[in-house]
């Protein structure tokens, strides 16, 4: 009778085992498939004006790229040197000088493709075209880097702590534009990309290499160079400040904006700010104002409001990010 007892309680304890395993592992799918909300997060959409109007000139002559250290490969040259012109070949207005020609042409005028432009070649080449504009651009950083990283799970494989590995892959072009016309420098810019690639976490990771991250990095800077000289339209996520005092009502602004009702959201945002008497709430609420009026076309008041919260509280860094960009 004892062991029966005894092992009877045996399996009732098993049996609640199971069932708080069970509970415990269902529990933990749901937090994988359903996340939390990121309630506080709004992507806001913005026109924005090109910094420079390359429409204004008939031609435009890429120079052959040159790269800074002479080892690297001339495909990058030859890469970025086409992408660039399939870009400004999609801006209306502009012709694109035809590399081969180019290529005759440059040779014919003994130019040296060094970034160091002499001004007596700038005069002959005016003598060819009337309006017109030499690019003259430089790889000024290719760098490629893969590593491995140990995890620090706390269940271990058979071979210990898995790893993954992680590549960073950056380039650097910048360019110049001179008028043939005066010979004059009249814009310059630098555009950097970067791209990142993980793998997942095992014993024996896969390998990257340059070539999985280099056709993305160079797309991205295509599209870079591109939305210099075009007018496009830019999406930015804005994760706004919660705070226990003013959540609720934030998350009526927060809904307001996702259906595209401003006006109401900006007047739920500037209510909570003027019901704040806690100086971290207040910061708080200044900051959601002004990252609101940042991205809705009211920026003087934005600096304003970003300034007032971080006098409030040095602590809030996104008043002191928004801040920064008016200095």
Request: with cysteine.
């Amino acid at each position: 009778m004892k062991n029966f007892f005894f092992s009877n309680t045996i399996f009732h304890y098993a049996l609640i085992f199971t069932f708080l395993s069970n509970s415990l592992s269902i529990q933990a799918q749901e937090i994988r498939l359903f996340p939390p909300s990121n309630w506080n997060v709004v992507t806001f959409k913005s026109t924005v004006q090109p910094e420079f109007n390359l429409s204004q000139y008939n031609t435009i002559i890429i120079a052959n790229l040159s790269n800074d250290r002479n080892w690297r490969s001339s495909i990058e040259s030859r890469d970025i040197h086409d992408k660039i012109s399939n870009e400004i070949f999609n801006i209306p207005g502009i012709n694109v000088l035809d590399r081969n020609v180019t290529k005759k042409l440059l040779k014919e005028l003994e130019f040296q493709s060094s970034g160091l432009v002499d001004t007596r070649f700038i005069e002959k080449l005016g003598q060819f075209y009337s309006a017109g504009v030499l690019l003259v651009g430089r790889i000024q950083n290719s760098d490629f880097q893969s590593y491995l990283v140990k995890t620090s799970t706390i269940y271990r494989s058979s071979c210990g702590n898995p790893s993954y590995r992680k590549a960073i892959y950056s380039l650097s072009f910048s360019f110049k534009l001179i008028d043939i016309r005066t010979t004059k420098l009249i814009y310059s810019n630098t555009i950097s990309i970067s791209g990142e690639k993980r793998t997942k976490a095992e014993c024996s990771p896969s390998k990257i290499s340059k070539q999985d991250l280099y056709p993305e990095v160079l797309d991205e800077l295509g599209k870079e160079f591109k939305n210099l000289f075009t007018i496009h339209e830019v999406s930015v996520d804005v994760r706004f400040q919660k705070n226990r005092k003013f959540n609720d009502r934030l998350r009526q602004a927060v809904t307001y904006m996702k259906v595209g009702e401003l006006e109401n959201a900006y007047n739920i945002l500037k209510s909570i700010m003027g019901n704040q008497t806690n100086k971290k709430a207040l910061s708080s609420s200044l900051y959601n104002l002004a990252a609101f009026e940042l991205h809705t076309n009211r920026q003087n008041i934005a600096y304003e409001n970003a300034k007032r919260g971080y006098i409030l509280n040095s602590k809030n860094k996104g008043c002191l990010e928004i801040v920064k960009l008016f200095q």
